[in-house]
Every structure is written in structure tokens, then in C-alpha cells.
């Protein structure tokens, strides 16, 4: 266990920061998910625009690798077009 004040402080602080990321990360995949299993291309283009700048933020907050982020657009980008 931690000694130090900043070090107890700092295990607060990256276990509030964790469950953050964890939460938002899911929720994108949960966006995917509903986006993949849409078929009315108009909703799917709006859930596209959600979608797209979740995964842009994942990105920023290195919560995700930016390739990946740049796949999951690109995948999703063409199944929408493709409606």
C-alpha cells in the first residue's frame, strides 16, 4: 500500500479517470452496435454522426489507438453508404 499522501491521492485520482474511460468506451460500443443493427438509412446517418465523433474523442483521449478509431469510421462509413 501507498505511503505517501500524493500517492494515495494519485490511486484516487486514476481510478476515477478508469472508470470514466471504461464507461465511455462502452457506450460507444454500445452506439455501434445499434448503428450496425439499423436499417432505416436516415437514422443510421444520424447515429453515424454520434458515432463518428464518439470514436474521435476515444481517439483524442488515447482511450482507443487513432487507427482504430479510423477503421471503425471507415467500416461504418461504407455500411451506411451502402443502405
Do not use: P
Not at 13 to 31: D, E, G, V
Amino acid at each position: 500500500m501507498a505511503n505517501h499522501k500524493s500517492a494515495l491521492k494519485r490511486i484516487r485520482s486514476n481510478n476515477a479517470k478508469r472508470l470514466r474511460n471504461r464507461y465511455q468506451h462502452k457506450t460507444t460500443r454500445t452506439f455501434i452496435k445499434r448503428l450496425r443493427g439499423t436499417s432505416d438509412k436516415g437514422e443510421a446517418q444520424e447515429l453515424l454522426k454520434k458515432v463518428t465523433s464518439m470514436l474521435d474523442r476515444l481517439a483524442k483521449k488515447n482511450i482507443i489507438h487513432k487507427n482504430k478509431a479510423a477503421n471503425n469510421k471507415s467500416k461504418l462509413t461504407k455500411l451506411v453508404n451502402s443502405l
